[in-house]
């Protein structure tokens, strides 16, 4: 039987939400306590996340259940389960495994259920992809997964609870990497540990990559050794080292022929199978040869040289050796100067040279003096004993070598150690030569006396007037037919210097008998020539004169004749200073007597000017310097004058011959700091003499001091441009 629902009853009004209440004639007003609340279900079990279970809560006061109860829905584990309501119906709504208390509030009483979350397991299959080696595993545990080169082993599949959170980590073999994840809300990129939420069965991939190969080798095999071959992880850092062996050294990587390294240690990211060469070079060797003795001669063709090249040393031996063979650490390698081999070790080659016998010659001086002995050829540091016997009427002196005195006693012994050529000495007893002038008038004689015995002796014969010297004779023999005359008499003698009469008419005799006159085109005037005149034949040479033939148009003159008796002297001269380059020999001079028979004799004179030297820039001053106050007045104007220096005979202006010509002025040049401040005029002439001005323009110029240079230009010129240089000092 249905309960009534006393609510309605009272006063015939339900206040909806509210306890019943009443208004008594006293105007007071009663309300009715809640008394419990009741949650149906008090218990439930959910099976599954998100799933939902509808909750009522009653509100009972102490006569009954109010209708529409104002009630409050709260969880104490709203990730377990979460409610939502109002009023007497709520839904649950499962979040998580677990238990939670969902409470119904109403007034100050309330209700509650408890509510579990038991979801089923979930699977989680792991499936390993790639060729490389590595292992998954799960936290909690029940995966454990390996593959070994595409091989899967061990529990690859695990069921957990529905909502757990699952790590996933991937492990690879050494050498090998991991690849990344995919599936499971893992990222390829993401290579730590996967967290797969298991809301629902989940099945992920890891990827593990086999190692790449490095191989390494060395060029030649003998030249090095290499390391750092083998596997390697993608991605990591490998190094290969080369080693070169003694001797050699390393060049380079190289991979299919092509340069990947200059340095032995070589480091890369291994992202592939990679095939790499050490290359080596074997070290150039040293070829040192040496001659021995030193003085022995010389060698060639030592250095240094690549390896398997041809070598060829050689050896030359030196004035009084003879070369004997190559050895090489006291062995023979070659008997023959030129000595060639390849080259494949350091070697170190010596030159072995013996020195030529020596030649000791004796000689005596005079020969006539003495007998000697002990010369001959002996070998190098040989004892040797020279030795001089006087003859009779002659005293041994001493031994001497190249003039110089190295032994007095006639018995000389010494070590060969070269070639020597010794003379013996003797000296005979003393001779007398006495001169005479034969005749006696014929004139005058000089030297003679008392000489030692082939020691030289030297006379002169100077004939009188109306004499002529014929000749120096001894016993009848004659010496020489020359006044001035030097013997080497062995014995007492007399020197007879015969003079004959002269005879007929005076005779003109002229020393030299040609003259030359030469000089260079811009010099000053040839020296004057003097011409000596004497009488050849008998009497007096008198009335001698002087004149020119064949005169070209410059200048030659007689200057003075000292006599005009002879002997007598002329001086001639020449005045060809103006004249051009030339060689003249159509003039002569004569010299003429009006009592000597050969009068007049004729002199030829050859007159010679050569080209002028080459032209030199001179410049006066030969530099400028500028002084002014800083913001002041510019410093006077100063002018610069161009000569020929190498013409000094010639005034300025003289002889356009010996001028520097084409004479230009280039454009100026500045030193550091600053510019524009220097005018310069414009030459006079093209051709020395020339002059130009120089003005320093102070402007703004800061104080300091400018330097500049004018270049001055000739054709030709032997310093062309001569650069004048201009300084500038600002206070």
């Known amino acids: 039987m249905k309960r009534p629902d006393r609510r309605v009853v009272v006063a015939g009004l339900a206040i909806m939400g509210c306890a019943l209440s009443l208004t008594c004639g006293g105007g007071g007003e009663a309300v009715e306590p809640v008394a419990s609340v009741v949650v149906d279900p008090t218990t439930l079990t959910l099976t599954a996340l998100g799933a939902t279970q509808p909750l009522t809560a009653t509100v009972y006061g102490k006569i009954g259940a109010f209708a529409n109860p104002q009630v409050t829905w709260t969880s ?11 009023g007497e119906s709520a839904m649950a709504t499962a979040r998580g495994v677990g238990t939670a208390r969902i409470t119904a509030t109403s007034g100050d009483k309330s209700g509650t259920t408890t509510v579990t979350v038991a979801a089923p397991d979930v699977t989680l299959a792991v499936q390993l992809g790639g060729a490389g080696t590595g292992t998954v595993s799960s936290v909690p545990s029940g995966i454990s997964c390996t593959t ?61 990559t086999a190692p790449v190969t490095i191989t390494v080798t060395a060029n030649p095999s003998a030249g090095g050794t290499v390391s750092g071959g083998g596997p390697a992880a993608v991605g990591s850092t490998a190094t290969v080292v080369a080693t070169p062996s003694a001797g050699w050294s390393f060049t380079s990587w190289t991979e299919n022929g092509g340069v990947v390294s200059s340095t032995a240690s070589y480091s890369f990211a291994a992202t592939t199978n990679r095939t790499l060469v050490a290359n080596f070079r074997q070290n150039p060797f040293t070829i040192a040869v040496t ?148 005749p006696t008038i014929g004139g005058t004689v000089s030297g003679g006396g008392t000489r030692p015995c082939g020691s030289p002796v030297s006379v002169a014969a100077t004939p009188a007037t109306g004499y002529a010297f014929v000749n120096w004779t001894v016993n009848g023999t004659v010496l020489s037919t020359t006044p001035n005359y030097t013997g080497t008499p062995t014995t007492n003698q007399t020197w007879a210097a015969n003079f004959a009469v002269l005879t007929g008419p005076p005779v003109i005799v002229v020393s030299p008998t040609t003259i030359t006159f030469s000089m260079v085109q811009c ?82 004179v050859t007159v010679i000017i050569s080209p002028p030297r080459t032209p030199k820039i001179g410049a006066s001053p030969a530099s400028l310097s500028f002084t002014a106050s800083r913001g002041g007045a510019n410093p006077s104007t100063q002018t610069v004058s161009i000569t020929n220096p190498v013409s000094t005979f010639f005034p300025p202006g003289q002889n356009p011959n010996c001028e520097v010509k084409g004479l230009a002025l280039g454009n100026v040049t500045y030193g550091p700091g600053a510019s524009g401040w220097l005018t310069v005029g414009a030459l006079g002439s093209t051709a020395s003499p020339a002059s130009f001005t120089v003005q320093a323009i102070t402007g703004s110029l800061a104080a300091g001091t400018y330097t500049a240079t004018i270049p001055i230009s000739a054709n030709p010129a032997s310093n062309s441009p001569l650069n004048l240089l201009v300084t500038f000092t600002v206070q």
Not at 76 to 86: L, T
Not at 173 to 194: D, I, L, M, R
Not at 575 to 603: D, K, W
Request: net charge negative; charged share 5%; glycine share 12%.
């Open 76 to 86: 104490d584990a709203p990730s377990v389960v979460s409610v939502q309501g109002s």
């Open 523 to 604: 010099d000053p005037n040839p020296n004057d020539q003097v011409l000596s005149v004497s009488n050849g034949g008998a009497g007096v040479l008198s009335g001698l004169s002087a004149s020119w033939a064949g005169m070209p148009v410059f200048a030659l003159f007689v200057r003075s004749i000292s006599s005009t008796t002879a002997p007598s002297t002329i001086a001639l001269g020449a005045s060809i200073a103006f004249e051009n380059p030339i060689t003249y020999t159509q003039a002569s001079v004569n010299v003429a007597s009006p009592v000597a028979a050969n009068s007049p004799v004729n002199v030829p």
């Open 148 to 208: 070994t080169s595409g091989s899967v082993s061990g529990t690859c599949s695990a069921g957990f609870p529905t909502g757990q959170t699952v790590t996933l980590s991937a492990v690879p073999a050494t050498n090998h990497s991991f690849g990344g994840w995919t599936g499971g809300g893992c990222t390829q990129t993401q290579t730590g540990p996967c967290a797969v939420s298991m809301s629902r069965a989940q099945a992920v991939t890891a990827s593990f």
């Open 291 to 438: 001659a021995n003795p030193v003085a022995g001669g010389t060698v060639s063709g030592g250095g240094v040289y690549d390896p398997n090249t041809a070598v060829t040393v050689t050896a030359t031996g030196a004035s009084g050796y003879t070369f004997t063979n190559w050895t090489e650490n006291g062995a023979i390698v070659s008997n023959s100067a030129k000595y060639e081999f390849t080259a494949t070790t350091n070697r170190t080659l010596v030159a072995n040279f013996t020195q030529n016998p020596f030649t000791i010659t004796v000689s005596a001086i005079p020969p006539a003096g003495g007998v000697v002995t002990g010369g001959g050829v002996y070998a190098p540091n040989s004892a040797v004993t020279v030795l001089a016997a006087a003859s009779t009427g002659f005293t041994f002196e001493n031994w001497t070598e190249m003039g110089a005195v190295v032994s007095s006693t006639a018995s000389y012994s010494f070590t060969v150690t070269g070639n020597r050529s010794l003379v013996a000495s003797f000296t005979p007893g003393p001779c007398t030569i006495t001169v005479i002038a034969n």
